[in-house]
């Protein structure tokens, strides 16, 4: 299994491993890596592997596959090896955005009070799917709300709690449609501030709150009689 780095620090851009297979399709496994892979509707990471002899491999997404982390090459990539020993280098500046749009969109789901259907994490713009039955979502108001949140600047930090504490606590998922990766043994939460929001997820996130910068909700879409897409993009 690869080492997850990028759990215990969001803001690590840098840093060594070894190729532990390369699939049929030249998709890189390693033992470890900083590279976010795509879930929870946050895009994976990209960046660059440089090995000990200058070679570079510029990786273009990265996902799970078969129960591994798989680094995908960009084409006409250079082919690596089991073994090769690389230092890896996300894209910062794409982490970056994606960790600030991914922290406003918890921000999202602490103001509006409805069960989540569905959302998708952007570069320049976002958005969370809610099922509002009678509620009547604002448009200006959720874009104040948020701002507030954000210029307070609440701490973000993760916590780790058991599979069982967290079917002891089912009102702390939001999403409707999907649950928290369960097998082993324990779930990451994310929580911001003092009881602004608390929820399972394994995503990228600032450190408070202010780094997000200004955001404002560009429109909310009707996407049937129940469900509500709020879209949201920076406002700087």
Known sequence: MTDLLFREDAYQTDFEGTVA?????????????????????QPGDKGVLKTEDGVEVRIGTTIRADGEIVHV????????????KVRGMIDWENRHQLMRMHTAMHLVCSIVPCGVTGG?????????DFDVGEYTLDKDEITA?????????????????????????PDLVRTMSVQPPRG??????????DGVDLQPCGGTHVRRTGEIGPVRVSKIENKGKRNRRVNIVFDA
């Open 73 to 84: 090459p960009e084409e006409d990539q250079p082919a690596l090896t089991a073994e090769t």
């Open 120 to 128: 998708q994490v952007g570069i320049d713009k976002s958005r969370l």
């Open 145 to 169: 709300k948020l701002n507030a949140l954000i210029q307070e600047d609440h701490p973000v930090s993760a916590q780790w709690i058991t599979d069982a504490e967290l079917d002891s606590n």
């Open 21 to 41: 297979s390369v699939n049929e399709r030249g998709g890189i496994v390693l033992d470890r890596t900083i590279f976010y892979y795509t879930s929870g509707g």
């Open 184 to 193: 082993s043994g324990k779930v990451r939460l994310l929580k911001i501030g």
